[in-house]
């Protein structure tokens, strides 16, 4: 059995060696009745603020490009301190200063 594998082993590795001349191989087809999928390469992504995500904009699967916005934090806050300072600036009071 130890030897029916070594001499198998050695038969596979002389077919795939590259040999000269040779071109590409043909790409395979297998067929599965089930099977699981997973990446091989991840991504770790950072953001220049922290925050508490509102909306996730893209899905498992999706194709991104660079500089997509791939989720928008909640700024409930920020825009209701825009809103007061927006409002204190338009104040006739602010002319005065």
Do not use: W
Not at 50 to 73: C, F, K, P, T, Y
Request: proline share 4%; charged share 25%.
């Amino acid at each position: 059995m130890i030897v029916l594998a070594g001499v198998m082993a050695a038969t596979l590795a002389g077919a795939f060696a590259a040999q000269p001349g040779a071109s590409k191989p043909e790409p395979a087809t297998i067929e599965a009745r089930e099977c699981n999928v997973k990446y091989l390469e991840q991504a770790l992504v950072a953001s220049e603020r922290h925050g508490v995500v509102a909306v996730v904009d893209v899905r498992e699967g999706d194709s991104i490009r660079a500089h997509q916005r791939l989720v928008q934090l909640k700024d409930d806050l920020q825009r209701a301190q825009l809103a007061t300072l927006i409002r204190q600036a338009d104040s006739p009071e602010s002319d005065a200063k």
